[in-house]
């Protein structure tokens, strides 16, 4: 069984198109900046955030409110519903079928609602969030959210991936999603994660992470033969088992995972026109990273990591960067690694602070995250016949 | 269909604890039941006592249950997934954050509570004190379903390497309303 990937979506403060968000990314361009006074936090951040007019009008435009069980929708399910509604309209897919899987990934969905007087405690639960999107398409199955820290975003294109290679579904929308808020910042800020200033994947002088807002929806359907597109080749987790808010010092979850999907996908170094990384900027991620990759051999393909572009897009961020890695390298290109200056990890590995060419047509994309958690996806293009 | 044989079961909640259907343990003692039940099986394991309670009774349900099992443990292995359900995700950590967060003159969020506002730290949890390099993921679903539990399960079965899971329903709202219905399962 093929899948195929036959719809997408970004909405991002970079565009509401993967085509805006990918010419975005091919200008340079990031919404990353920094605030001095967000949300009155005591401390300043630098962060990538959606603007409420610009949302609510294409909101308005894409999404029939009329269906709606409630009059407004937090930011959260604005972002996630509308992102889901643009990737279906480009798609022949009925999603009222009880063949399609709704599934969302999610960190924190709205969890921002916690600061009400009186919480709606059912509707932060991100699987409420997931039941109205699956309903508001009539969907009749229940939708899953995928919540497994910052790998959410592949986790769940392999959920996807394994319901369609099994039979379960013939089509899996898949959505990715998080807003920042108080909550998230100040949490990230209290692990000492973030830079105040644009993130420098890899690079010596890295201090931290940046947040961003972000989502993304991938649509998969199984298919008997490749006609052409894009296509999941193979997916994998492995666990560090060594800590749960750091990585492991000799990357074993993601080299397992990594590993596990190149032999799984019969991929060598060879056929490979980058890997997409994780590259948060924390010391310890992109130290963690770098080292995986050497010991699976991969030192000399070529590597970029998006996060210099949109922040980390938590959530998000496994399937934002799928996407705009498969219009890059559909069109040749390697993006640079936005914000990267002199390597600073002790492995070596093939960064450029600007876009490379590629005539490969596969990719692995990498993500790791709390909890010890890891995974690898690859996947290819193949050009119509 | 695949075939799976459930190996061991455990229950886990505020007032009793059964293994394999049968009741080991019931609550009534002065001190917490989840205190009481790190006790009874002898632990020396201080990071027990750093976890949220989503991670506690988590961790508990996989010590009665991997305690069952018998056999070697702590030796590194990749075979075994480790694939946890709920609803609520992290709620009650995500609660007692939030109030670290809530006022501007008393504003000191704890990276220690931060840490377990992610449903999916108790994957992590197990997986360490195990040595399980395996597969570890959380799902969330709107309600309790067998048929979409089911369905992650068969799913999981497919990743390469992996012939057992640990697996089940795990919610944790407060000191007094969790539950965790969890099993070791294997496919033949």
Known sequence: MIVRKIGENIISPLGFSVAENFAAVMDGRSALQRYDHLWDLPFPCFVSLLADDILDEVFAQAVDQSRLPMKSCTRFEKIALLSAAKALQSTPLDPSSPRVLFMLSSTKGNVSLLADAAPDIKRVTPAHTAQLIARYFGNPNMPLVVSNACISGLCAQIEAYRCLQSGQYDAAVVIGADVLSPFIVSGFQSLKALSDEQCHPFSSVRQGLNLGEAAATVVYAAGEEPNGGWRMLAGAMANDANHISGPSRTGEGSYRALMSVLQSAALTAEDLACLNVHGTSTLYNDEMEAVAIHRAGLSGVPVNALKGYYGHTLGAAGILETLLTMHAVEQGVVPATRGYEEIGVTMPLSLSSSSGKTSKTAFVKLLSGFGGCNAAAAFTFDSCR | ?188
């Open chain 2, 1 to 188: 269909m695949m075939r799976y044989e459930v190996l061991h079961t455990v229950k886990l909640c505020p007032s009793y604890l059964e293994v394999d259907g049968n009741r080991i343990a019931e609550a009534g003692g002065e001190t917490s039941f989840l205190t009481d039940l790190y006790r009874r099986l002898g632990l020396d394991y201080p990071k027990f006592f750093k976890m949220d309670i989503l991670s506690k009774v988590g961790f508990l349900a996989s010590e009665f249950l991997l305690e069952q099992e018998g056999g070697e443990r702590f030796v590194p292995r990749a075979d075994r997934a480790v694939l946890l359900f709920n609803r609520y995700s992290s709620m009650h950590a995500d609660q007692t954050f939030q109030e670290t967060i809530a006022h501007p003159e008393d504003f000191y969020p704890k990276p220690s509570v931060f840490v377990y506002t992610l449903p999916n730290i108790v994957t992590g949890e197990i997986a360490i004190r195990n040595k399980y390099h395996g597969e570890s993921n959380f799902i969330l679903l709107p309600e309790y379903s067998e048929q979409a539990m089911n369905q992650a399960i068969e799913r999981a079965f497919l990743a390469p390497g992996t012939t057992s899971l640990l697996t089940g329903w795990l919610e944790a709202l407060s000191e007094n309303e969790y539950e965790a219905s969890c099993s070791l399962i294997t496919v033949h």
